[in-house]
C-alpha cells in the first residue's frame, strides 16, 4: 500500500468517526420515546437536520468501516494457516483486549453514576448494574456491550474467526456469497441475526476483502470529475427526498430509498477524499480510535448534561446535537495527548499509538 492510500485510508476513517458520533447524537426521540415533532419551524429544522445527518450522511460510515477493515485483513491476497494464526494473534491485540476493558470501563462507570443521587434518574434506564447477576454482567461484558458502539468490535472479533471461510468463498465463489449476502443487506430489516443483530458486517466486510483479493488497484481509482458531479447530484437528490419524507412522517416506505442512499454515499464520499486536501488533519487521526472507543458514554453525559441545565427545547436539542460531539471529540482529543506517552494506554486502545 502507499503512502497516499494509507494516509486515504486514515483520514476516511477519522471522518466516519466523526460520523459515527453524530449518528449516535441524535437527540429527537429519548429513551422513554418522547419525541420531538414538525409543529413549527424550529421543531423542523431541528428534525430535518439530525435526521439529514445522523439517518442520511452518517449512515455510509459503518459499512465503509468494514469494507476498509475488509480490504485491510486479505492486502496480501493470499492465505496461509501461519497467516492466518499471526492474525489472531495480532488481532488479540487489537480488538479483543480493548474490547473487554473498555466495556468493563463503562459498566463501572454507569454503575457509579446509578450509585450518585442527583444524577442517577439520568442513567437508571431499563437496565440497572446493582441489580445484575455475575452472570448478566459477563455476558454484558462479552457479548451485548453497555458501551454500544462496541458491537462492530465483537462482530469483527467474529468474521477475524470465520476469516478462512470468507477468504475460500471469496476466492473461488463470490458469485454464490455476493447475491446471498446482498440480499440479507438489502430486503432484511436487521430482521436476520446473523451477526447477533447487526446485518451490515458479512457483506460490506466482504467487499473490501473481494477488492483486496482480486481488484487492489481499485482503491486507488479515481473518477472524472463530471462523474463524481453526476452521482453527488443524484446522492443528495436522494437523501434530502428521503430525509424531507422522514422528518414529517410521510408514509412511504423509505427502505429501498435508505440502502440506495448508502451505496451511493460510500461512493460519493470515497471519491470526495480525492478533491478535498486533508493532511492537516493526519496528527488528528491518530486519536480515531479512542474516538470511537469512549465516545459513550461520554455523549450521553453531555447530551443529557445539557437538558438538565437548558431545559429539553427543539432548539436545545438542535443546539447539542451541533455541539456536543464536539465537546467530546475535544476532550478526547486531549486527553489522548496527555494518555499517549503512558505504555498502559497502548496497550488498552490496541497499540494504536
Known sequence: MNKQLSNKIKISSLLL????????????????????????????????????????????????FFIIAGYLFFKEKYFTIQLYKSKLKKRLNTLVIPYIFWSFVVIVIYFTLQLLPNVSHYFNTALIIKDLSYTEILYKLFFFPINYPLWFIRDLIYIVILSPLFFLLLKNKPLYFFPFAFFLWFY??????????????????????????????????KISDNKYLLFMIIYLTILLVKTYLLTFYIEV????????????????????????????????????????????????????????????TALVSLILYCIAPLIVISILYFMGVILKKYKFYAFVTGNRV
Open 17 to 64: 468517526m466523526i460520523m459515527v458520533i453524530y449518528l449516535h447524537a441524535i437527540n429527537i426521540k429519548d429513551i422513554h420515546g418522547d419525541s420531538f415533532y414538525p409543529i413549527d419551524f424550529i421543531s423542523s429544522i431541528n428534525i430535518f437536520i439530525q435526521n439529514l445527518l445522523s439517518q442520511g450522511i452518517a449512515r455510509i460510515a459503518v459499512p465503509l
Open 188 to 221: 432484511l430489516n436487521t430482521g436476520m441475526q446473523l451477526s447477533l443483530y447487526k446485518e451490515e458486517p458479512f457483506l460490506f466486510f466482504a467487499i473490501g476483502a473481494y477488492i483486496a483479493i482480486h481488484q487492489p488497484n481499485i482503491a486507488q481509482y
Open 253 to 312: 416506505n423509505l427502505h429501498i430509498l435508505h440502502k440506495i442512499s448508502i451505496l451511493l454515499g460510500i461512493f460519493v464520499f470515497w471519491f470526495s477524499l480525492d478533491r478535498i486536501k486533508f493532511n492537516r488533519f493526519l496528527l488528528l487521526s491518530h486519536y480515531t480510535f479512542l474516538f470511537y472507543i469512549f465516545h459513550e458514554p461520554m455523549l450521553t453525559i453531555v447530551t443529557k448534561g445539557g437538558y438538565l441545565v437548558f431545559g429539553k
